[in-house]
Structure formats: C-alpha cells, structure tokens
C-alpha cells in the first residue's frame, strides 16, 4: 500500500498551478497516474478496484509590477499580480490494472490585481488595485494507460490523456463594478484537452528516475479569449531515506505502486502477490524534481497579447512521508528560468504540500 501513495500526489500535485506567470492566471495540469514524483507523473497506476484520494495547497508567490513598469504600459492590458493559491482535492480509481481515472477539483484565488488607468486625458495616470478573485475553477479529468510494465527491468511507460471542463465561476467584477478579464476569472470558460507521456524507470532498490511531458490544447473561452496552449515537462529522482526498498519482500503489498500524487516508493515498478503484515510501515522519500511549462500567447478575438506567453523552469526539491496508506508530501520550487513575452509578473517561490491516501484492494 506504502508504493501506491506515491501515485496520487503526482496527481494533484500535476494538477496543480501551472509553473509559469502565463499559466499563473489559470492552474495547471498534472498527472493522477502511478510511480513518480509530487509534480512529475510517473508511469505507476493504481490496481484495479483501488481508490485514491488527495487534498492540497498550491501557493505561488509572483514578483509584483512596480508602480512606474505599470504607469509605463498604461492602456497597454499589463496588469500586476501578487500569488495564484489553489486549494483542492482530486480522486483516481483504479479501472483495470494498467488503467487509472482520475479528477480533480480546484477552488482558485488570485491576489494583488493591479493596473493602470488614465480616466482623464488630461490627467496622470494612476495605479488601481483591483482587488482579489476566487472561485470554483475547471475540473480535470485525466486518464491514464500503462503500456510497459517490466518488473524484471523496472521499467514503466504510459500515456496520458484528459480534458478540463468550463465549470469554473467566469463572471467575477472588481471592486469598481467591471468584470475581471478571463486571465483573472477562476475558470476559463473553454474545453481544453491534455495529451502526454509518462515514464519510470527503477535505478536501483532506493533510487528512481520519473518524467513526463503533456500537451494542453486550449479552446475559445469566456470573454471570447483563448488562454494560449501548453506543454508541461517533468523529471523527478526519489531516493528512499529509510523504510521498505525495491530489494525487501516485506510489505502491505508490492503489487503496484501509485506513485504519481504525492508518494513513490521506488518500487513502484513492481508487481508481486500481496504479503499481509501485522504492523504499520513508515518510509520516508527524498525528491529532486525539474518542473517546466512552456505557454503560448493568450488571444483575445483572435488578437495576439503581446504581453502573454512564456516558459519557465523550477528546480524543486521535495520530501514525502508515508504510514501504511497515507501519505504527506512538501515540494518548494526555485525558478532557475523566467523567460516572458513582454510585460508580465514573474514567479518568486512555489510551494506544494498536501495529503493522500489509498484504499482497496
């Protein structure tokens, strides 16, 4: 049971705020699948009949617009912003052995809206904080198809494919009385649909390498304006620091690992008969992930915002407790890479923690 936990925090947490200041207006995507790191999605599914469940806090700090950057780009819609929080939960069901649903379920908030505004000609500009929004955001569904299973290698690989639905609040107003723009609004008001890949591979007993990457095709939402696509890039190791290892027969059960949200027992890659133990397991993984998201310009009545678009890169080390069928995770990212399109606030830290359990067969 301690293998599979690893499973569900990759879920949330891939299914958290996207990486980049582009992707900070709306959260991002992430895998519920089996094995892998907290954001990365591993290849790991769940096994059949098993039910997984998480709750999370994804908090990213962004590097506000100073008050002469946005007085500069007035009338030009740059618009300062202060954290992107989401707060959710996301469940999987494990449909066959090698094939995991899950979903997950957002409420977003958004701090610090600034922009500038000139009334008057004749007037200076002026800097308007408009105030915050939150709301109920869009549900994702994402599935996940295990093509590769090889124990005796270690090897996983697995497909990934999804879609959110617009079930996100799209008419949020500040405190002047004007609606929000959509890069604001907690949904997005469009069908978008997910497309990726994910891989593990055990190095040794202690050590795994987990990587994904997933395409996210966004329609014409609220507002009449398509948020931009996305491709998000992955890449975990998680080292056991103590507990049950690849090389240990003893366990609850090795017959799967869920690694993907938020737990990954390095052995995730293993599929052996169930050993039934008297006692509780405690195991502790040590996690080094990349987290990357290239996002494409935003288009408003099929305008291209100059001021949109970008990618970005964390470094994010991360650790993750697990006891018997739960699991407690933390991940902090560093952004080593803020590469923008024009004017934007940029991330200054991320954080991921949250909880997650698995029950079951």
Do not use: C
């Not at 008057?120 to 109920?136: E, K, Q």
């Not at 509780?280 to 080094?288: I, P, S, Y």
Request: net charge negative; proline share 4%.
């Amino acid at each position: 049971m301690i293998n599979r936990l690893s499973f569900i925090v990759a879920l949330v947490a891939s299914t958290a705020i996207g990486v980049s200041a582009a992707s900070a207006h709306h959260p991002g995507i992430g895998g519920i699948g089996g094995a892998g790191g907290i954001l990365t999605i591993g290849a790991g599914t769940l096994d059949e009949g098993q039910f997984a469940f998480s709750a999370f806090i994804d908090y990213l700090r962004l590097k506000q617009l100073s008050e002469p950057t946005l007085l500069a780009n007035v009338g030009n819609g740059v618009h300062g912003l202060q954290t992107v929080e989401s707060y959710g939960v996301a469940l999987a069901y494990g449909i066959t052995n090698d094939l995991t649903v899950s979903v997950r379920l957002p409420w977003v908030r958004r701090t610090g809206i600034l922009e500038a505004v000139q009334e008057d000609p004749a007037a200076p500009a002026t800097v308007r904080d408009r105030g915050n929004t939150s709301g109920f955001g869009d549900v994702t569904v994402l599935g996940q198809y295990r093509f590769v299973n090889n124990q005796v290698s270690g090897t996983q690989a697995a497909v990934l494919f999804g879609v959110k639905a617009p079930t996100g609040t799209t008419d949020l107003v500040d405190r002047f009385g004007e609606i929000f723009e959509a890069e604001f609004q907690p949904g997005s008001g469009s069908w978008d649909w997910l497309f990726g890949a994910a891989l593990s591979q055990r190095l040794n007993p202690a050590l795994s390498f987990h990587a994904n990457v997933l395409a996210i095709a966004n329609g014409t939402g609220t507002q009449n304006t398509n948020l931009g696509n996305r491709f998000l890039y992955n890449a975990a190791l998680s080292y056991r620091v103590f507990g049950e290892t690849a090389s240990e027969p003893h366990t609850h059960d090795t017959r799967n690992a869920y690694a993907h949200a938020g737990h990954d027992h390095s052995r995730v890659i293993t599929k052996a008969s169930t050993v039934t133990a008297p006692h509780g397991h405690v195991a502790l993984d040590a996690l080094l992930e990349i987290n990357g998201e290239w996002h494409d310009k935003q288009r408003i009545a099929g305008i291209s915002d100059p001021n949109s678009g970008g990618n970005t890169i964390f470094v994010s080390p991360g650790l993750r407790l697990t006891m018997d069928n739960w699991s407690s995770y933390v991940l902090v990212g560093i952004p080593v890479v803020n590469n923008y399109n024009g004017v934007q606030a940029t991330p200054a830290w991320r954080t991921l923690v949250g909880v997650s359990a698995v029950f079951g067969p």
